[in-house]
């Protein structure tokens, strides 16, 4: 065998060493984040659950990453209660809503996937960093809209391939809205 190939099949499979090796990491940062933010999405399972016992889940799907997907049916109540959000976020849990034709701005499934990444970072503190960044934002920074501007939500509009930076004549209600949660 020429040593030219050797190395070759030396090479390919020190890459694929690795490649296992990096996703078993991330398998495990997976579970590391699933259980640190774990409370919060415990919340959330028994909120949805209830929806569930109610009719108004058309499907649940966990992800790879272990994201619960909640697709809430059309034409039920908490469906009309939510048609212009499409989808947000609590803890592990993904609440998507099927319109797409109605999807508000800024929002898309990736976008909220990204959102579970925060909250596994970020564990039990995310929605206390999010409302401070928020509040402080609404308060002090009455230049910037409160929501668009947080950066937990541009780090998911930048995941999501969406556009970060907004100007106030493309915000959601117009260039005086600053309303701090969409
Ligand atoms: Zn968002």
């Known amino acids: 065998m020429p040593p030219v190939r050797?190395?070759?099949?030396?090479l390919n499979k020190r890459i694929s060493y690795t490649s296992s090796m990096?996703?078993?990491?991330k398998k495990l940062l997976y579970i590391l984040g699933f259980l640190w933010c774990l409370p919060v999405s415990i919340l959330g399972w028994i909120f949805l659950g209830i929806l569930t016992l109610f009719k108004q889940i058309d499907e649940i799907k966990v992800l790879p990453n272990l994201a619960f997907v909640w697709?809430?049916?059309?034409?039920?109540?908490?469906?009309?209660?939510g048609i212009?959000?499409?989808g947000w976020v609590f803890g592990n849990n993904i609440i998507l809503y099927e319109d797409?034709?109605?999807?508000?701005k800024y929002r898309s499934f990736y976008h909220e996937l990204e959102h579970v990444m925060q909250n596994y970072c970020w564990g039990i503190f995310f929605y206390p960093a999010y409302i401070l960044e928020s509040s402080y934002l609404w308060l002090f920074k009455k230049k910037v809209h409160a929501y668009l501007f947080n950066h937990f939500e541009r780090a998911a509009r930048k995941a999501a391939g969406q556009p970060v930076e907004i100007s106030p004549s493309n915000w959601l209600d117009g260039p005086k809205d600053r309303w701090p949660w969409w």
């Open 6 to 10: 050797i190395w070759y099949l030396a």
């Open 22 to 25: 990096k996703k078993l990491l």
């Open 84 to 86: 212009d959000w499409f």
């Open 71 to 81: 697709e809430i049916k059309k034409e039920t109540w908490f469906h009309k209660l």
């Open 100 to 104: 797409i034709d109605k999807v508000r």
